[in-house]
């Protein structure tokens, strides 16, 4: 897409390195996961192999269309299906960001300040999360927990509520498996009766033993750790434990507020970082730390993969005064029936005029186009032609149908590819003992070059 000229240009991701280096690989990893990296990341899991399976058909006009009409010049356009997948389509995840910062920054956050802190916890407990991803849900509630008892301490005599938006980020800035939560809290609290009083400081030390207590406590609760060893991990002077908390962002300041949401909401990694080179199966990626990782295909897939998070798994939490509940009950008060006539007449003046703006904001919050324009700051709806607006006017699923228009539009046939280098066959035969000198030793289909009967190399 290019945005210095304000037209919209549909993406082409199979031009991408991160495209290619899936379509090239994702089969060749399939076969291999078992041997190669269940022992370290566990069975292959469902809800993988069907992001995986999505991804590869995103933005690609083959597998399903929309079409577009100009009513002013009648121009067509035609446009591919997303994948709509979380935490791996670097496409979709733009503007799940995008959808993201405008629903907290317009519906949630109060005229505060707000500010981000950061709970993290040792390398030692991070792999119980990634065997049973529910308990991320559960480190998100402790830490939740841990501002809500410093809040009660900061105000002993008043019963105050805080609030927190707190997102789970699974990768370290290498993408390694690194669960920690990112959490957008306000520097004020508020009583039942709608009273705010400001709070500015909480000891980071002190959260950072009540967070340390929670999620040990947690983890024993779910059998996930023997009450002998969270004892020990209690009298460890560096526990692994840390609760950061940033500089404060004002209420006015809305650009640094939307960068803000966009750090706790980010996708798992940069796309532009990603660099594949096809005649030697590698993958370069430079993090933003300034470091340089450089993998063969199977091994940055298997890195990629283990961040996606299982079928309703929630990676966006909402507590205290920003919660579901909390925002229902205020809202019920503000709709509450008045029994004066004046009271009468302007909540049904009020209901009528805010009736269609509510519909037709939520309508754009939900909408593709709208995301497109926030994210790469071009319309696309706007007809390049005539400036006016296109409109769906059909879409197409059919195969042959697709087949027809794509092949009339000369955009059917994709440009073929040199095949991939066998990395499985390298890595399997690197975990074989070198037996070529035992005379006695039976025949193996690796001493073959070509795939023949083995089942791991058949296509």
């Known amino acids: 897409m290019e945005a210095t000229r304000g037209v919209y240009r549909p993406r082409h991701p199979e031009q991408t390195p991160f495209y290619q280096c899936l379509d090239d690989y994702w089969e060749e990893f399939e076969r291999g996961y078992e041997i190669l990296f269940e022992k370290t990341h ?14 590869l058909k995103c933005g690609l006009l083959h597998f399903g269309l929309a079409r577009l009409r100009c009513d002013a010049c009648g121009r067509c356009r035609y446009l591919a299906y997303s994948c709509r997948t979380r935490c791996f389509c670097p496409s979709c995840a733009a503007k799940r960001v995008a959808g993201f910062i405008d629903w907290v920054c317009s519906r949630i956050l109060e005229p505060v300040s707000h500010r981000q802190v950061v709970f993290t916890i040792p390398k030692v407990l991070r792999p119980v999360f990634r065997k049973n991803r529910t308990l ?15 809040y009660r301490a900061a105000f002993p ?23 920690h939560a990112h959490a957008l809290v306000p520097d004020a609290v508020w009583t039942r009766d709608g009273r705010r009083f400001s709070i500015s ?3 980071p030390h002190v959260m950072t033993r009540i967070f340390q207590l929670k999620v040990l406590g947690m983890l024993v609760e779910e059998c996930c750790l023997s009450p002998g060893f969270a004892d020990r991990l209690l009298t460890w002077r560096h526990s692994g434990f840390q609760v950061y908390r940033a500089e404060s962002v004002e209420p006015d300041d809305a650009p640094a507020l939307e960068r803000l949401c966009a750090y706790i909401g980010r996708a798992v990694f940069a796309s532009t970082r990603v660099e594949y ?29 283990q961040h996606i998070p299982n079928r309703g798994d929630h990676t966006h939490h909402y507590f205290g ?51 497109i324009l926030r994210v790469y ?55 074989v003992p070198d037996r070529s000198e035992d005379p006695d030793r039976e025949p193996s289909s690796l ?4 795939h023949g009967s083995n089942p791991i190399w058949a296509d």
């Open 321 to 371: 005064y920003y919660s579901n509940a909390a925002r229902g009950k205020r809202q019920k008060l503000v709709t509450a029936p008045d029994s004066s006539a004046a009271g009468a007449k302007q909540q049904l003046a009020t209901a009528d005029a805010d009736s269609d703006t509510e519909d037709f904001r939520r309508q754009c919050r939900s909408a593709w186009a709208r995301l």
């Open 447 to 450: 001493d073959d070059d070509s």
């Open 201 to 203: 400081y909480l000891d």
């Open 136 to 150: 991320l849900g559960r480190l998100c509630r402790c830490a939740w927990e841990t501002l809500a008892e410093m």
């Open 42 to 55: 566990g069975p292959l899991r469902e809800v993988v192999t069907r992001a995986v399976k999505r991804f």
């Open 157 to 179: 005599a008043e019963e105050v509520m805080g609030a927190a938006v707190i997102a789970i980020q699974t990768a370290g800035d290498q993408l390694q498996w690194h669960p």
């Open 377 to 431: 700051e071009v319309d696309p709806l706007v007809c390049p032609d005539c400036g006016g607006r296109f409109r769906v006017i059909a879409f197409i699923d059919a195969p042959e149908t697709i087949r027809r228009i794509l092949r009339h539009l000369h955009l059917w046939d994709l440009p073929a590819r040199p095949p991939p280098v066998p990395w499985l066959r390298r890595k399997i035969e690197a975990l």
């Open 277 to 305: 080179d096809p005649s030697a199966g590698t993958v370069r990626y430079r993090t933003a730390k300034g470091a340089q990782l450089c993998l063969d295909a199977l091994e940055w897939i298997a890195l990629v993969i």
